[in-house]
Structure formats: C-alpha cells, structure tokens
C-alpha cells in the first residue's frame, strides 16, 4: 500500500480512537425512594438531579397506591405532561424512570381521595 492510502487510514483511526476515549459514560438515573402507606407519601430526598431519575415506591400501607408527578409553574400551577409510577400493590416495591426537567414537581397517588387525604409531596429538580 502506498503511503497517499495508509496515512488517511491511520489519521482516521487515531481521530476515532480519541472520540472514543474521550467520550463520557452515561449517566446513570437519580435514585428516589417514595414510602406510601395510609395516608402519606414520604420522600428519601427533597430534592434530585434534573434529568432521568429512577423511582423505587414502595407500598407499605393496606390499600393499592400509584404515584402521579407533574411540573409546577412559578405560581404552583401544574403545566406539561404527568409522569406515572404504576399501582403498587400492599407489600410490594414498584420500579419507573422518568425524565424530570428542572423545577418543582407535585406527586400525588391518583386514586380516588388519596391526595386529599394527604398522600402528596412537592420534589425539586435542579
């Protein structure tokens, strides 16, 4: 092979091997533990890392719980999509990852008089 051939490949090589090398891991999702059991929702943290966070709710009470998150405006109106962690059954640990942008976020079990007898929580995501 002549050198005009071999000198581009070994460039090539070289410039791949360096973006390769210098290209950051992935980052692994934001634990949050969420206790729920009649009537409360209580959070490991208050606050996580904006971005992926991995959440772990687990059951500790008597009735089905799940858990809802929604974005809060600066005025504490929710605004853009809900989040879901599906129904937790009593005795059981339930498993989700959503994608949590900056800010104040509500969580709530959805089920039917669970918020509003006190089974809510406010999260920051910085």
């Known amino acids: 092979m ?6 581009p490949i070994v460039v090539l090589a070289i410039v791949l091997a360096i ?11 934001a634990p949050l533990f969420v206790d729920a059991r009649e009537w409360s929702v209580t959070l490991s943290r208050a606050t996580v890392p904006s971005g992926r ?24 109106r929710p605004v853009g999509p809900t989040r ?6 009593p005795g059981t640990l339930t498993e989700a990852t959503v994608h949590l942008t900056a800010g104040r976020w509500r969580l709530w079990c959805s089920l039917d008089g669970h918020a509003a ?10």
Do not use: F, Y
């Not at 002549?2 to 000198?7: E, L």
């Not at 973006?19 to 999702?29: C, E, L, N, V, Y």
């Not at 879901?84 to 059954?89: E, R, S, W």
């Open 117 to 126: 007898a006190g089974m809510r929580a406010t999260l920051r995501a910085r």
């Open 2 to 7: 002549s050198p005009r051939v071999i000198i």
């Open 53 to 76: 966070v991995a959440i772990q709710l687990q059951n500790a009470g008597e009735d089905d719980h799940d858990l809802r998150l929604r974005r809060l405006d600066r005025r504490g």
């Open 19 to 29: 973006g390769a090398a210098t290209r950051a891991p992935a980052k692994s999702p």
């Open 84 to 89: 879901a962690v599906p129904m937790t059954h």
